[in-house]
């Protein structure tokens, strides 16, 4: 946006992007799940044994904490790769 070319600026906007996308969807499952959807990754809840179901149930489950926690160490890596 200010026209700043640098190759290493780019790469740490895209992980810091890609941080704040994971972070957004995060936040925003209590609000989807009382809308009955569920925008998160299948494959980490069925390696952890969770349903689309249980998110909208509201489970607090250890294998649901678990699947969140897995997501949020996804943005971690890419604010990681910032600095």
Same mark, same amino acid.
């Given at each position: 946006i200010s026209g700043v070319r640098d190759i290493h600026a780019d790469h740490a906007a895209s992980h810091i992007g890609k941080a704040q996308g994971i972070v957004t969807c995060l936040r925003a499952t209590p609000y989807h799940r009382t809308r009955q959807k569920v925008f998160l990754p299948m494959d980490i809840c069925m390696l952890h044994g969770v349903s689309q179901e249980d998110f909208i149930r509201g489970k607090q489950e250890k294998n649901v904490r678990d699947v969140i926690y897995d997501i $949020? =160490?996804? $943005? *971690?890596? *890419?604010?990681?790769?910032? =600095?």
């Open positions: $949020a =160490s996804q $943005a *971690h890596i *890419h604010l990681e790769h910032v =600095s």
